[in-house]
């Protein structure tokens, strides 16, 4: 009875799993593909205290081309090819305190034929325009005009920005974004009213109508920052995240049947964390969230006949740690070590753990934690930050500095264990039910600065997995991107 019973489970996941034409051809591939693709870029510039106002005053063009190309296996073993031309062009102007920021992007993808992970097969992607902002800052506009550095300070940034929300694990995506801070003392309090763009973002629920084309999403939140230590900085937020998604109807159809679905999820986030120093030689950086709201149901029943939905409480949480050790004996050639642990909830009655469709029965608490935040869990299989255990232990070096053109040459391992931290409850791809252990996985790299203009970046990675993985996709996995990056 338990065999059949499993056997059925199984049966549904992969239905739920991999529905028939229409949602995308392998969602998860294709979020993790983007991540990876996607380098954020940042500037920086600081007024310089002995100019006035109007000599201090910069404007900077450039721009930048990345040529790449990536060879990635889906989960059915598969070897996809894809080629990018990636070109940025921005424009930064700093006047005293004001800061404005504009970048053009023109990223162009070329799969081979039959091997786009979303169907849509070569194409341009959008947005063209993907960052343009304004920033004032009192205390570098205070230091510009008077030369005296100010006690207290008040910034605030509008416009399309990249926002990362404490370690990233709630937030970090693209937003139109109004951010803003006063900082009193050795007090910080940061605000955050944000919506997602329709194009860029691409949402956690890939069985909804266009989660990678039409996002929209509303956040709200407050943080607030102890400065008072000289080596640790601790922190407080909440982060309320509101679904206003117009396309939240859909029906699926499985086997002739139809399964009229409803998408609704609405969460707020309440976390806790510290940043700092531990010795001359170790850095840190922890954090704790609480994931409370509200989801719908699914609308297809374990028997797989079609179930009505119904509003659920959200009860889940995500927790972070790392440890980065810089030994004084490896800093002429920066030698450093990484140690993160990543945990995330999981609900086991659910048979995809982020999916509305295949997600929460109706009835029960929904236990998984789900949000538009970034984790680093690998190049290969790159699961979600949910229902998730996962130890990563890395090692880099500059073995050849002060050698001419390898000066700026960095070498670099990452190794992961990654498991499901409650094994009856799934991730977003299919496993075996009551198996926990997903597999290793080794990811290398190359950072080369090979001139001041012109870099080389790589990457590879292999997955080996373990007894989760049912058979089918069990094979060893890869994954490798090389790119040439020319800056003008």
């Known amino acids: 009875m338990k065999r059949a019973r499993a056997l059925a489970e199984w049966t549904l996941a992969t239905i739920i799993l991999f529905p028939p034409t229409g949602l995308a051809q392998d969602p998860q591939a294709y979020e993790r593909l983007q991540r990876t693709l996607d380098n954020l870029e940042r500037s920086r510039q600081v007024g310089a205290a002995d100019l006035e106002l109007a000599e201090s005053a910069r404007l900077l063009i450039g721009g930048y081309t990345t040529f790449g190309f990536a060879a990635s296996d889906d989960s059915s073993g598969s070897t996809r090819i894809l080629r990018q031309s990636d070109t940025k062009l921005w424009s930064h102007f700093v006047m005293g305190g004001h800061e404005a920021y504009g970048r053009l992007r023109f990223n162009y993808l070329d799969f081979n034929s039959g091997d786009s992970f979303d169907g849509r097969g070569d194409n341009l992607e959008e947005p063209i325009g993907d960052r343009y902002w304004y920033r004032f800052d009192y205390r570098t506009n205070h230091l510009v005009e008077t ?32 951010l803003a801070a006063v900082e009193l003392h050795h007090l910080e309090v940061k605000g955050l009213i944000g919506l997602t763009p329709s194009t860029g973002p691409v949402d956690f629920d890939s069985s909804r109508p266009g989660f990678d084309t039409d ?49 609704k999820y609405d969460s707020l986030y309440l976390g806790f964390g510290s940043s700092g120093q531990l010795t001359t030689e170790t850095y840190y950086q922890a954090e704790f969230i609480h994931q409370s709201g509200h989801s719908l149901s699914t609308s297809i029943a374990p028997s797989g006949v ?3 939905q119904t509003s659920e409480p959200i009860d889940a949480w995500g927790a972070m740690g790392r440890l980065i050790y810089s030994p004084r004996w490896g800093r002429p050639n920066a030698v450093r070590f990484d140690f993160e642990v990543l945990l995330a909830s999981g609900d086991d009655d659910r048979q995809h753990t982020s999916n509305t469709f295949g997600g929460n029965r109706s009835g029960t608490g929904d236990h998984a934690f789900n949000a538009l935040g970034y984790a680093n869990t690998g190049l290969v299989l790159g699961p979600r930050f949910s229902n998730l255990f996962s130890l990563r232990l890395g090692a880099s070096t500059m073995p050849w500095r002060g050698q001419g053109i390898f000066d700026k040459l960095r070498l670099g391992v990452d190794a992961y264990l990654l498991h499901k931290l409650n094994a009856d409850a799934p991730v977003n791809f299919t496993t075996v039910p009551g198996e926990r252990f997903l597999g290793g ?48």
């Open 215 to 263: 996002v929209d999403r509303r956040f709200m939140g407050l943080m607030f920052t102890y400065t008072g230590f000289d080596e640790h900085r601790p922190y407080f937020f909440v982060l309320d995240q509101s679904d206003r998604n117009d396309r939240d109807r859909r029906t699926i159809f499985i086997l002739g049947t139809p399964y009229p679905t409803r998408y």
């Open 147 to 178: 030369g005296e550095r100010a006690d207290e300070n008040v910034w605030f940034q509008v416009g399309r920005q990249f926002v990362n929300w404490g370690s990233s694990l709630a937030l970090s995506e693209d937003l139109y974004a109004a």
């Open 441 to 488: 996985e080794l990811d290398f790299f190359l950072d080369w600065q090979i001139a001041s203009d012109v870099s080389l970046d790589v990457r590879y990675g292999v997955f080996v997995p373990s007894d989760a993985m049912p058979e089918g996709n069990d094979d060893v996995r890869h994954f490798l991107y090389a790119g040439l990056n020319y800056a003008f």
């Open 306 to 308: 079609p179930a009505g």
